[in-house]
C-alpha cells in the first residue's frame, strides 16, 4: 500500500477515505485516532493499493476525467481471456466442491 495523502485533521482525513470508497478504490487510514492521545504526534496517513494510487490521487485532486481514464484501463488489463475464464470457473467448481 502507498500513502496517497496525509493530514493533521481526522475529519478531513475521514472525508478523502470515504469519497475514494465511493470510487471503489480500496483504502486504509493509518494512525487515525493517534492525535487523540498525543495530539500533533503523527499525522493520519491515506493509504490505497499499488495499483490503485494514479487513479486514486486523480480523483483526490479532482481530476475526474484523468480518473475515468484510469478506471477503463485497468477494466481492459483486468479482463480475462476465454481460456483463462473456463479455468477460473473450473477452479472455482473445484474449491467449492472441497469445502465441506
Not at 58 to 63: E, F, K, Q, V
Amino acid at each position: 500500500m502507498v500513502t496517497v495523502r496525509t493530514d493533521w485533521n481526522r475529519n478531513k482525513a475521514a472525508l478523502a477515505k470515504t469519497l475514494l470508497e465511493n470510487f471503489e478504490i480500496r483504502c486504509v487510514l493509518l494512525h487515525e485516532y493517534a492525535n487523540l492521545l498525543y495530539p500533533f504526534a503523527m499525522p493520519i496517513q491515506l493509504l490505497v493499493m499499488n495499483d490503485q494510487v494514479d487513479r486514486a490521487i486523480a480523483i483526490l485532486t479532482g481530476d475526474l476525467d484523468r480518473a475515468r481514464r484510469r478506471s477503463r484501463r485497468e477494466k481492459q488489463m483486468t479482463k480475462l481471456r476465454p481460456g483463462a475464464q473456463v479455468l477460473k470457473e473450473s477452479l472455482i467448481e473445484t474449491l467449492g466442491s472441497l469445502s465441506c
